[in-house]
């Protein structure tokens, strides 16, 4: 199976931490404008929306158990190579530490390709992404390049 894992901690909250990972005035501010459409119960369609209005990402919610576990069913819309590779699976595992908490991503595919365009996308975003996360709840400030969805994708 391919897959992509990273490990982070970060100086917050669970429930802060849970509601920065699915809140759109969140996700605008550290993860390039964009934002998820959810319902956020178990089964519940999911969308990560591009600024522009295009569909970057569908799925469900395969898990959700506030603010400890979300795992999501997931499946790039915009890429044709990467929609090809068919569905993953990104599960965010939140676990306390004092004033900090150990934020687990694992994202896989559901089958194993080999040189996954998909997980090399992911392994080249998330780092970033939750990079910029992390400043965001500790310092109350994105990372600049996270800020503005790249030009010309």
Known sequence: MSK?????????????LFEALIKPEFTRLYWSETWQESTWEKGASWKLMIPDGRV?????????DR????????????????RAEGFSRCTFELEPMGDTVKLTVLHE???????SKFIAGVSNGW?????????????GDSLEFTKRWPKGM
Do not use: C, H
């Open 56 to 64: 970057a990402d569908t799925g469900e919610v395969f898990e959700i």
């Open 127 to 139: 780092p970033a992404i939750l990079a910029s996360l992390k400043s965001l709840l500790e310092t």
């Open 67 to 82: 603010p400890r576990r979300l795992v999501v069913r997931w499946q790039n819309q915009f890429k044709p190579e990467m």
């Open 109 to 115: 595919l559901e089958a194993p390709v080999a040189d």
């Open 4 to 16: 992509f894992l990273y490990v982070t901690y970060i100086r917050t909250t669970p429930e802060k």
